[in-house]
Nanobody, 123 residues
Framework: QVQLVESGGGLVQTGGSLRLSCAAS????????MAWFRQAPRKDREFIAA????????NYEDSVKGRFTIARGNVENTVYLQMSGLKPEDTAVYFC????????????????WGQGTQVTVSS
């Protein structure tokens, strides 16, 4: 069973930056890609960015292009989401997901999820 643990969330002002981390453990060699999603209250889980473990492919949601960067960490089995230019509409719980199949943008493509980390952007 792959386990994912997110960290790095918090409260930040508009225009600020945060770096989220996702640490994966267990049989991660069976997974192909990792992604970040977010979910605001009363809204569906929304795709943010995905990356293959090889780092050769990255996929971003349009509203975060140029502001967010997904990357593999130097620490093994870690994926980061560097967020800058944060806006109040970025406020949500951010989840890390692991997929056996690919760096897709739909939640159903992901087989494992972390517990989430809260990001709050004040205006």
């Amino acid at each position: 069973q792959v386990q994912l643990v997110e960290s790095g969330g918090g409260l930040v002002q508009t225009g600020g930056s945060l770096r989220l981390s996702c640490a994966a453990s267990g049989p991660t060699g069976s997974t192909y890609a990792m992604a970040w999603f977010r979910q605001a209250p009363r809204k569906d889980r929304e795709f943010i960015a995905a990356i293959t473990w090889s780092g050769g492919f990255r996929n971003y949601e349009d509203s975060v292009k140029g502001r967010f960067t997904i990357a593999r960490g130097n620490v093994e089995n870690t994926v980061y989401l560097q967020m800058s230019g944060l806006k109040p509409e970025d406020t949500a719980v951010y989840f890390c997901g692991a997929s056996y199949s690919g760096a897709y943008s739909v939640p159903t493509s992901y087989n494992y999820w972390g517990q989430g980390t809260q990001v709050t952007v004040s205006s």
